[in-house]
């Protein structure tokens, strides 16, 4: 399995980014995916995450800014972040798991990561 994101950079507080997530090898359209992040100094946190049947988590954190979606015909998971803030800077991950959202908060599989820097 290979993950691979695309999408971050940097952008002033109240920007969009929208990351993606290109999978390979063994995953289908019934895995659960999703993004996890993790700032420097803190433990790394599942901020979106979409099950094989198609439900959604978000924490608190960022409901109502991030948006997570699939293209199963393309293999690709996205995250669409409107209304950045500063404290969403963090490497973003995109992870892999079994078929629940359950199972996202002990992931499978991982990808390298891509950088998300939000200025003030």
């Known amino acids: 399995v290979q993950l691979v994101e695309s999408g971050g950079g940097l952008v002033q507080a109240g920007g969009s980014l929208r990351l993606s997530c290109v999978a390979s090898g063994s995953i289908s359209s019934s895995n659960s995916m999703g993004w996890y992040r993790q700032a420097p100094g803190k433990e790394r946190e599942l901020v979106a995450a979409?099950?094989?049947?198609?439900?959604?988590y978000y924490p608190d954190s960022v409901m109502g800014r991030f948006a997570i979606s699939r293209d199963n015909a393309k293999n690709t998971l996205s995250l669409q972040m409107n209304s950045l803030k500063p404290e969403d800077t963090a490497m973003y991950y995109c992870?892999?798991?079994?078929?629940?959202?359950?199972?996202?908060?002990?992931?499978?599989?991982w990808g390298q990561g891509t950088q998300v820097t939000v200025s003030s």
């Open positions: 992870a892999a798991a079994e078929h629940t959202i359950a199972a996202m908060f002990d992931p499978a599989y």
């Open positions: 979409i099950a094989g049947a198609g439900s959604t």
